[in-house]
């Protein structure tokens, strides 16, 4: 009875180490592996109400839920044309969402940009993401200006380049959105905001943080050094605004931040807690920053992004249906949104950037000495019993 337990257990491992292996080295032939099956997941989660459920677990989950979600969708429709029309469908469904009381119930109304940049800067990558999929009408691209206008009078009116997402409260990544979408605007448009962006991009330069050379986490109402979770976010939208600057502020990040196990919420050499920004915190590292780095590692055109996805799919317990996908078996649904996202990202402004020097393959290593040596111990258990036995026999 025990040798048949143990034969089964070892059969389990040796599917699993196959899995994993697969996983890790064989080629992948779709780009987004997955997104569009993720993405209807999605949809029947959020109809479920897990929007409002993210909406208990941090301040801004039914936003980031849809957002993400509609986002994601563009996407997939700017890299497959075939799909742009429903991919619109589900565009114009998210901002209905993220645009009702509970979308804005949030934010405060009365800051400026209306309900803060957090608000409007997402918002409005949104709109501008219509707009790319080529099927807006009128009424939309109207909206996508009058609030692209409505953002760049609070940049061009404001002291500072970091404006209120919350009352007395500034993070510099939510302007870097907004500054993202103005950038975006006179792409898909007209030029008509680039002094902005400009002025924008010379105001961040001076208020970089000194101990890393990269823009601070939070400035109102203290100034914190830059940290993992706010930087993998500005690295997938800087590109779009200033892609030499972006690259040299992705180069930096990647230096004081990354590292095998995924991106540190605190730069090396330095420590702290987790909060609501990172997510709790393994080993240092924040899960929410490393599934976001994947993101701005593709667009960067770093390699690097080709082993954080394939480590998610080793790790991330991906469940695939026929037509769902999702991961920790569907457990943490703004999870899967915030992978999808990444999963699929692409620059929306800048053209492709130069490729990145990538690592050697011998990262693998270490992964495939973990799959494989359960099953190899097992079955070399088994084969030592049966010697064993076979001996006491010939005895």
């Known amino acids: 009875m025990l040798r048949k337990l143990v034969i089964g257990v070892a059969v389990i491992a040796t599917v699993v180490a196959g899995v994993g292996t697969a996983r890790l080295v064989l080629p992948w032939t779709d780009p987004t592996r997955g997104v569009v099956k993720q993405l209807t997941f999605l949809r029947a989660e959020i109809e479920s109400g897990s929007d409002h459920a993210a909406q208990k677990q941090f301040p801004e989950g039914y936003f980031f839920l849809n957002v993400l979600y509609g986002l994601s969708w563009v996407q997939v429709g700017i890299d497959d044309p075939a799909r742009s029309a429903d991919a619109t469908t589900q565009v114009r469904w998210a901002l209905e969402r993220i645009a009702s009381p ?123 050094g830059a940290r993992g979770s706010s930087q993998a976010m500005i690295q997938r939208f800087l590109v779009d605004i200033d892609p030499a600057f972006a690259r040299t502020q992705y180069e930096i990040f990647k230096d004081k931040f990354v590292t095998g196990l995924g991106v540190r919420e605190y730069p090396q050499g330095t420590s702290g807690t987790g909060d609501v920004d990172s997510g709790p915190l393994v080993l240092g590292r924040s899960l929410s920053a490393t599934v976001v780095a994947l993101g701005a590692a593709r667009v960067h055109h770093d390699p690097f992004a080709d082993r954080l996805a394939r480590e998610g799919e080793l790790v991330g317990l991906p469940v695939s249906g026929v037509k769902t996908k999702r991961y920790v078996f569907g457990a943490v649904p703004i999870g899967d949104a915030f992978l999808a996202w990444s999963t699929s990202a692409r620059p929306m402004v800048a053209a492709d950037q130069p490729e990145l020097e990538g690592e050697s393959g011998w990262w693998r290593l270490p992964w495939l000495v973990a799959l494989w040596l359960p099953a190899l111990l097992l079955w070399g258990g088994l084969r030592l019993r049966h010697r064993g036995r076979r001996r006491k026999r010939a005895r």
Not at 125 to 154: C, H, K, M, P, Y
Not at 181 to 187: F, G, P, T
């Open 102 to 224: 509970d979308g804005t119930a949030p934010f405060d109304e009365s800051l400026q940009p209306q309900y803060g940049v957090f608000y409007a800067g997402w918002t409005n990558w949104l709109r501008g993401g219509l707009i790319a999929l080529g099927q807006s009408d009128a009424a939309e691209r109207n909206a996508f200006t009058s609030e692209s206008v409505e953002i760049a009078t609070a940049f061009r009116t404001a002291r500072t380049p970091f404006l209120q997402a919350y009352p007395g409260q500034a993070w510099p990544v939510d302007s870097v959105v907004a500054i993202a979408s103005l950038q975006l605007y006179d792409a898909l448009v007209a030029p008509r905001f680039g002094q902005v962006v400009r002025d924008w991009t010379a105001a961040a330069k001076l208020q970089l943080d000194p101990a890393t050379g990269l823009l601070p986490h939070q400035v109102v109402p203290q100034v914190s």
